[in-house]
């Protein structure tokens, strides 16, 4: 029996042995893991601040992509402004404007309203009649 007690009571402090060291590694591994948590966290951080830093250079990139594009479209619009001015001649407009006439004529839907060709080079005035006078 003797044997018995004393393998029990060896069992019984393999036990106690184990449990202390299962309490000192936690003990020493907790702030240990929470090193390494904090480690990665920041890892992390610098991660995503890369990230954010690549997102707002594109970002940049694509405004000034927008930027050169509404320049490009201004010239565009400029250029044929010129050409439009090279060619666009007083008697060219006065036409145009005695076509829109006819037009509004053709239409018969504004009856109120007089056109007189008494300006300069022929060009018509207009006036309103829909009053009792005439509204220069």
Known sequence: MRKETGQGTAAMVMAGVLAVFVIVVLFFA??????YQK??????????????????AQRVQ??????EIRRQ???????????????????YV??????????IAVDGTNNT?????????????????SGDRVKP
Do not use: C, H
């Open 62 to 67: 694509i405004a000034k992509q927008k930027a």
């Open 30 to 35: 907790f702030p240990a893991y929470s090193r």
């Open 113 to 129: 309203t007089v056109y007189i060709p008494a300006g300069p080079s022929g060009v018509p005035l207009i006036g309103d009649v």
């Open 39 to 56: 480690r990665a966290n920041a890892n992390n951080n610098v991660k995503v601040s890369e990230i954010e830093i690549r997102n707002q």
């Open 73 to 91: 479209d201004a010239i565009g619009i400029r250029e044929a402004q010129d050409q439009i001015a090279k060619t666009l001649t007083p008697l």
């Open 94 to 103: 006065q036409f145009e404007m005695t076509e829109a006439l006819k037009a």
